[in-house]
C-alpha cells in the first residue's frame, strides 16, 4: 500500500512571497490532516478534513493559510504572504476512520519550508 | 486546553539497557492515546494506540502503558538497540477537541553501541 505522498519536500522563500504544498492521502482515507511542526516541537494540528468537509481549522491563521481537499481525496495547503515564523516542517496525515475510530494515523515525510 | 507533557526530553542509554519514556497530560477527558516515532528528516511513524479503556499495549519490545485517570503514560522500551534511536513523540485525541491529536515535544533518544 502507497503512503502519504508530499510535495515539494523542500522549498526556501523570502518573506511575503507565497507557496504551496500538495497532499495524496493513502488511498480509501477519509480524513486527511496538515500539521505544522517546528523545529524541537511537537506537531501542532492546521486543519483536518472530513472527505471534503472541513472538520477543524480552528488553529489554521487564516489570514495567510488557506487549504482545499480537491474532490474528497489529494489537498493543498497554501501560505500567503509567508513569515519567517512559518518556518517548519508540515506534515500530512491521513486515517481511513474519523478522528473518533481509533483508526491509526499515517503521516507522510513532510515538506520543509524556510522563509528568509 | 489541552497540554501534553514529555519527560525526559533527551535520552542517551548505553546498548541493551531496558528504558522508560514519561508523557503526561492534563486533561483526562481523552478517547486515546498515541505513541509516534520520528527520524531525523521524515514523518512520524505511529507505534502503539492505547484506547481510552484499556490499560496497556504491546509490541514486540515496545510496551505503552495508560493512566488515564491521573493523566500518565509510559512507553517501555527492552533491550534497546542502536536501531531504536529517534525522537518519540506521545499524543492524545480529546474528547472535547473536535477529536483534534495534541503532540508533546517529545524525547529524543539515543542508543549507543
Known amino acids: 500500500e502507497a503512503g502519504v505522498a508530499q510535495s515539494p519536500r523542500y522549498k526556501i522563500i523570502e518573506k511575503r512571497q507565497s507557496v504551496a504544498f500538495w497532499c495524496n492521502p493513502i488511498?480509501?482515507?477519509?480524513?486527511l490532516y496538515w500539521y505544522q511542526q517546528i523545529l524541537g516541537q511537537g506537531p501542532k494540528l492546521l486543519i483536518q478534513?472530513?472527505?471534503?468537509?472541513?472538520?477543524?481549522d480552528s488553529q489554521l491563521p487564516k489570514d495567510r493559510f488557506s487549504a482545499e481537499r480537491l474532490k474528497g481525496v489529494d489537498s493543498t495547503l497554501k501560505i500567503q504572504p509567508a513569515k519567517l515564523e512559518d518556518s517548519a516542517v508540515y506534515l500530512c496525515?491521513?486515517?481511513?476512520?474519523?478522528?473518533?475510530?481509533?483508526?491509526?494515523?499515517?503521516f507522510g515525510e513532510g515538506s520543509w519550508l524556510t522563509v528568509v | 486546553k489541552q497540554e501534553v507533557t514529555q519527560i525526559p526530553a533527551a535520552l542517551s542509554v548505553p546498548e541493551g539497557e531496558n528504558l522508560v519514556l514519561n508523557c503526561s497530560f492534563t486533561?483526562?477527558?481523552?478517547?486515546?492515546l498515541q505513541w509516534f516515532r520520528q527520524d531525523p528528516g521524515k514523518g512520524l511513524t505511529s507505534l502503539l494506540l492505547?484506547?481510552?479503556?484499556?490499560r496497556e499495549q504491546t509490541s514486540g519490545r515496545l510496551n505503552a502503558s495508560l493512566d488515564k485517570s491521573s493523566g500518565r503514560s509510559t512507553l517501555y522500551i527492552a533491550a534497546s538497540q542502536p536501531g531504536d534511536s529517534a525522537t518519540y513523540l506521545c499524543?492524545?485525541?480529546?474528547?472535547?477537541?473536535?477529536?483534534?491529536?495534541?503532540f508533546g515535544e517529545g524525547t529524543q533518544l539515543t542508543v549507543n553501541p
Open positions: 496525515a491521513s486515517s481511513r476512520g474519523t478522528g473518533f475510530s481509533g483508526n491509526t494515523i499515517y
Open positions: 488511498s480509501g482515507h477519509a480524513t
Open positions: 478534513f472530513q472527505n471534503n468537509g472541513v472538520v477543524d
Open positions: 486533561d483526562s477527558a481523552i478517547y486515546n
Open positions: 492505547i484506547q481510552s479503556s484499556q
Open positions: 499524543a492524545v485525541r480529546g474528547l472535547t477537541s473536535g477529536s483534534r491529536l495534541t
